[in-house]
């Protein structure tokens, strides 16, 4: 067999060949186009697909180019290597050296050396795919939607602290108002009831009108916030709705568009939907994004799905010094993130969660590493619903309320 390594980067490809007995046939330099592809081709022009083991690093969006290439030159095995897998490898060299070249033989002799045993990173489906990718666009959105509102929340609060205790600052009839009339000077100056009260009704469809505007008029003329005489804070007002609400319109467009690829998986959501914590939004970010659970079977298929969360724990221990367990954080960030919410969630509204927060909370562990605890019996649960495709129960115990472990009976009795 041959092994054919690359090291990817966002222009050029390097690339190596290497023989049974470990010895640099040739290498090249691939640019990350037609003509560097074309050029690959020639030279593999005399080599025979079926006796090469290509392999190459998931390093950003810029493998997947080279991946389709390949997948069309058909080797007998082509692997996708986590950056982990392949760091861990390089630094067994003691001289530590680094670059692009020793790179790519390094992944030649990883190849060479464990392709039988060595595991290769999942390729999702082309929906699944689609989705992922909406997903991860669709949360980097909703962050940034946070962030200015929280923003927009912190200036109010200087110039209109009342305001949030009549509107909500996530609703269209808040972000409406703010952008005709972000202070409450510009309110009472330029609103009349009857224009307020019209605004607040078309906006809300019914839902509000002359007393929440009377309500707000009224809350202007006795607001403690400071003024704003040349309109500084309140043109930053303007500018930071006029940012949100794009943003929420573009979030709602794509979580429909969400919903039209994931409808082909109502079974798997309504299954989702069943679990403690889980909403729209964290069933939605699971399905793009976690591995089929057939990944994942046999006994300790739960802490390996665990595992690729990145919600495992993480020991370091030498000698005498015995080291503190953290949180690995080495897998998909969107799903942990989504996941961790969700056991916050799960840890007010089911008593199983609950419980297993009040156990570690009594053993004097902070509240971010209880809920931890939490979110990794939630995947332990949301493994054993899907792989037994039956909607989430809470155990009899807890129905039942006999949430406290039986103590043993002690030896001969």
Not at 351 to 375: D, E, M, T
Request: glycine residues 6%; hydrophobic residues 40%.
């Amino acid at each position: 067999m041959l092994y054919l390594g690359f090291d990817v980067s966002k222009r050029t490809h390097e690339c190596v060949l290497l023989s049974e007995d470990d010895q640099v046939l040739w290498r090249m330099s691939v640019r990350a186009d037609r003509a560097g592809f074309d050029a690959l081709g020639q030279k593999l022009a005399e080599v025979d697909p079926q006796r090469v083991i290509a392999g190459l690093e998931s390093t950003g969006p810029y493998w997947q180019t080279l991946h389709l290439w390949l997948l069309r030159w058909g080797p007998s095995k082509l692997m996708v290597l986590n950056p982990l897998q392949t760091r861990a490898f390089r630094n067994a060299n003691l001289r530590g050296s680094k670059t692009d070249r020793l790179d790519t033989v390094s992944i030649a002799r990883l190849l060479r050396w464990s392709h039988h045993t060595l595991s290769s990173a999942h390729l999702p489906l082309e929906r699944q795919d689609a989705a992922r990718q909406i997903s991860r666009v669709r949360t980097e959105l909703t962050q940034e939607r946070t962030k200015q509102l929280v923003r927009l929340k912190g200036i109010l609060s200087v110039v209109f602290p009342e305001f949030e205790e009549e509107l909500e600052l996530t609703t269209k009839s808040a972000q409406a108002v703010l952008l005709r009339w972000p202070t409450p000077e510009l309110l009472l100056k330029e609103a009349s009831l009857e224009e307020l009260s019209g605004l607040l009704r078309k906006v809300s469809r019914g839902r509000s009108g002359v007393a929440k505007a009377e309500r707000l008029l009224q809350r202007a003329r006795e607001t403690t916030g400071v003024p704003d005489p040349h309109d500084g804070r309140g043109i930053v007002i303007r500018s930071l709705v006029m940012l949100v609400e794009p943003l929420e319109a573009q979030i709602e467009a794509l979580g429909k568009k969400l919903d039209e690829l994931l409808e082909v998986k109502a079974e798997t959501v309504a299954l989702l939907m069943s679990l403690p914590g889980f909403g729209e939004e964290t069933v939605r970010t699971w399905m793009a994004e976690s591995l089929p659970i057939s990944q994942f079977q046999g006994n300790d298929g739960a802490e390996r799905l665990v595992a690729t969360i990145g919600i495992d724990a993480k020991l370091k221990e030498s000698g005498r010094f015995s080291g503190r367990v953290k949180m690995s954080k080495r897998g998909n960030r969107y799903l942990r993130r989504v996941v961790i919410l969700a056991a916050r969630n799960a840890a007010r509204v089911d008593p199983q969660c609950r419980a297993v927060l009040q156990r570690h909370l009594n053993r004097g562990k902070h509240y971010n590493v209880a809920v931890s605890h939490v979110a990794r019996k939630l995947v332990h649960i949301a493994f054993a619903v899907l792989t037994n495709r039956k909607p989430y129960e809470l155990p009899a115990a807890y129905r039942l309320g006999i949430t406290e472990e039986p103590v043993p009976a002690a030896a001969g009795a």
